[in-house]
């Protein structure tokens, strides 16, 4: 069973900071593919956020180019996000997500967290 579990959420003013956090196990974190953030704001589309691969390269979306950082701890199996000069636009429930295969599109073998929401007041 893959276990993902996202920590960070919360409420902040338009032009702060957020991290949010995402712990797996390390058998996912290990022999996944990659690892990555979607969000999702209400009445949308889950949208692609970033991703890390197990060799460390990154991937940003358009909304996450030059604002957002993704990483990751090998030590303590786990990846993050920081989140810079933050907008109302990001406001969304944020998922954290695993790829067996790099495949996002693969939903079998695709893992999901619960999310946890961000909102950025104006």
């Known amino acids: 069973q893959v276990q993902l579990v996202e920590s960070g959420g919360g409420l902040v003013q338009a032009g702060g900071s957020l991290r949010l956090s995402c712990a797996t196990t390390e058998h996912t974190f290990r022999n996944f593919a990659a690892m990555a953030w979607f969000r999702q704001a209400p009445g949308e589309d889950r949208e692609y956020v970033a991703s890390?691969?197990?060799?460390?390269?990154?991937f940003y979306g358009t909304s996450a180019k030059g604002r957002f950082t993704i990483s990751r701890d090998n030590a303590k199996n786990m990846i993050y996000l920081q989140m810079n000069s933050l907008r109302p636009e990001d406001t969304a429930v944020y998922y954290c997500?695993?790829?067996?295969?790099?495949?996002?599109?693969?939903?079998?073998?695709?893992?999901w967290g619960q999310g946890t929401q961000v909102t950025v007041s104006s």
């Open positions: 997500a695993a790829t067996r295969f790099g495949d996002w599109s693969d939903r079998e073998n695709n893992f």
């Open positions: 890390i691969a197990t060799t460390n390269n990154t």
